[in-house]
């Protein structure tokens, strides 16, 4: 049976992909950051499922997590990520370099560990993106920033490893109902908790309209197991193609904006998310 590395997999999207592929005979090995949810995870498919510790930030988890694969590999899933929320304007450099390391540094170093054994097994390179990586908005500019950055990277990567027949692949979901989103307002909350009283007057509008934001983007949220679906086909097409994007109104969105002019775009975007006209 094909094996597969699993990062982030405690939850949301990772959990749902990590059952889905165990239901579908796959025998994975679940990064998860703490024992007792890898517990819990494996109990749902003891025969199929293996956690193991992983922080993707963390050189010697992501060392001892390679030496305890198996010699065979057939996929990595590059799952793992966080938000960092708020104006850029009030982002702080350790707040970027945080999403950074994680949503793009983490994902190399995982690769790059695993990539001897891909290329032996001629296996697959997942990455999860996300249209946040092609369509940037206000209140999220660090995280659009990481995505829009390992979409690059993995676009180059594609090409670096044509010669070894190992497709690379992005996995691109919007809104999806993982804890992510139902928590986005409170992450708001805390995200604004910590800006400056003029910060907090420079933006109070903004962020006031992406507040009334919150609550339809939920209800647009996709199941995680529709995102697992995809991972899924990437895994499994005879043929991969280089984008996976989830959910229709995803579909026809991503291309749409790249064809707008930018002047307009930038227009309906800050109407979408809230963006007050005046200061």
Known sequence: MPTILITGASRGIGRSTSLRLASAGWDVIAGVRDAAVGDELKAAAPDRISPVILDITDAEHIRAATDALPDRLDAVVNNAGIVVGGPVETI????LRHQLEVNVVGQLAVTQAVLPLLRRSKGRVIFVSSVSGR???PM???????KFALEGMADALRIELRPWKIPVVL???GQT???IWRDAESTLDASTT?????QLGLYSKHING????IALSQKAAVPADLVAASIESALTDKRPRARYVVGTANKIQAPLVGLLPTRLSDIIIGKVTGVPRTP
């Open 140 to 146: 999220t500019g660090a995280y659009n920033a990481s």
């Open 171 to 173: 996995v691109e979901p």
């Open 92 to 95: 702080t450099p350790e707040q």
């Open 135 to 137: 369509i940037a908005t």
């Open 177 to 179: 109902d993982t804890d």
């Open 194 to 198: 910590a800006l400056s009283e003029s």
């Open 210 to 213: 992406y507040r009334k934001t």
